[in-house]
């Protein structure tokens, strides 16, 4: 009897432990699980999810069209779990390199997130239109005082300088020219349009109309003067200009109403040109 005993007390000892064991083992899978779906569902509530967008300092875009490329990142789902419109995890970053993407004529997205209000604040910066970077065929785009083109112009005005040449094909969000090429050609303007010799109206003789770089060694400025040519990779284009001012005004010293043909400065101090 005692034998028996002893074996069936060992037997409900063994059903009990391994009903331990597994208690154990369903505790540790379901508590990570239930922890996770948890905080699923913590993620997905709607006090953290965007309720809106606020779009500062946007000039010529259209406030709406920032407003729904926002609204279009933040919709769908990371990982088919984790909303992209929760406010902890949306990356800045990565929405102002879509609004700077999509729109041409920003230059800067600085982007907010407003807890209390569930609001992301946008503020944007936009390029200047300071030229026009004009095709063969006459379709144009602005341009920044840097050489970047950022956006079709679809009504071409009489006030920017028009640039030519060097790209081919699509020219959006490209560069016309490096930063410091640039620099040199707007030296090379500001000596013509400012430094000239004042008219009879007070007024400058000098007003230049378009930029045209035709080669490595040849470009021609429009001016109602006449044409000027020079070497677009001349390292210092203001000493040019200023060769063709006192050219121009020496010879106008003594006929006024002269016009040129063109002036060609591509070779140092000797300065070629030609009259109508």
Same mark, same amino acid.
């Not at 936009?126 to 006459?138: A, G, P, T, V």
């Not at 144009?140 to 840097?146: E, G, I, N, Q, V």
């Not at 950022?150 to 009504?155: G, I, S, T």
């Given at each position: 009897?005692?034998?028996?005993?002893?074996?069936?007390?060992?037997?409900?000892?063994?059903?009990?432990?391994?009903?331990?064991?597994?208690?154990?083992?369903?505790?540790?899978?379901?508590?990570?699980?239930?922890?996770?779906?948890?905080?699923?569902?913590?993620?997905?509530?709607?006090? =953290?999810?965007?309720?809106?967008?606020?779009?500062?300092?946007?000039?010529?875009?259209?406030?709406?069209?920032?407003?729904?490329?926002?609204?279009?990142?933040?919709?769908?789902?990371?990982?088919?779990?984790?909303?992209?419109?929760?406010?902890?995890?949306?990356?800045?970053?990565?929405?102002?390199?879509?609004?700077?993407?999509?729109? #041409?004529? =920003?230059?800067?997205?600085?982007?907010?997130?407003?807890?209390?209000?569930?609001?992301?604040?946008?503020?944007?910066?936009?390029?200047?239109?300071?030229?026009?970077?004009?095709?063969?065929?006459?379709?144009?785009?602005?341009?920044?005082?840097?050489?970047?083109?950022?956006?079709?112009?679809?009504?071409? #005005?009489?006030?920017?300088?028009?640039?030519?040449? =060097?790209?081919?094909?699509?020219?959006?969000?490209?560069?016309?020219?490096?930063?410091?090429?640039?620099?040199?050609? =707007?030296?090379?303007?500001?000596?013509?349009?400012?430094?000239?010799?004042?008219?009879?109206?007070? #007024?400058?003789?000098?007003?230049?109309?378009?930029?045209?770089?035709?080669?490595?060694?040849?470009?021609?400025?429009?001016?109602?003067?006449?044409?000027?040519?020079?070497?677009?990779?001349?390292?210092?284009?203001?000493?040019?200009?200023?060769?063709?001012?006192?050219?121009?005004?020496?010879?106008?010293?003594?006929?006024?109403?002269?016009?040129?043909?063109?002036?060609?400065?591509?070779?140092?101090?000797?300065?070629?040109?030609?009259?109508?």
């Amino acid at each position: 009897m005692p034998e028996r005993r002893y074996k069936k007390t060992s037997s409900i000892i063994a059903k009990r432990r391994k009903a331990r064991r597994y208690v154990g083992i369903f505790l540790k899978i379901s508590l990570p699980v239930a922890f996770f779906i948890g905080l699923i569902f913590l993620l997905r509530a709607d006090f =953290l999810q965007v309720a809106d967008f606020e779009v500062f300092d946007a000039e010529t875009v259209q406030t709406e069209s920032i407003k729904n490329t926002a609204s279009d990142f933040i919709s769908g789902t990371n990982f088919f779990l984790l909303p992209r419109s929760n406010i902890l995890f949306l990356s800045k970053a990565n929405l102002a390199a879509a609004l700077l993407s999509k729109f #041409g004529r =920003l230059q800067n997205v600085e982007v907010n997130k407003q807890f209390f209000s569930k609001s992301i604040e946008l503020s944007v910066s936009e390029r200047k239109k300071d030229f026009l970077w004009c095709s063969d065929q006459d379709k144009c785009f602005f341009m920044t005082k840097d050489g970047f083109i950022f956006d079709l112009a679809n009504e071409v #005005g009489t006030d920017k300088i028009i640039f030519r040449g =060097l790209l081919s094909g699509n020219p959006l969000m490209k560069n016309f020219s490096t930063p410091e090429k640039m620099q040199n050609y =707007l030296g090379f303007i500001e000596i013509l349009k400012n430094a000239a010799r004042p008219n009879a109206a007070g #007024g400058q003789d000098f007003q230049i109309s378009s930029i045209n770089i035709e080669s490595n060694d040849k470009a021609t400025a429009k001016s109602n003067t006449g044409d000027i040519i020079f070497s677009p990779d001349e390292e210092d284009l203001s000493t040019v200009a200023q060769n063709v001012i006192l050219l121009i005004n020496n010879i106008k010293s003594k006929t006024p109403s002269v016009r040129f043909s063109y002036v060609d400065a591509r070779f140092g101090n000797k300065i070629f040109y030609k009259l109508y």
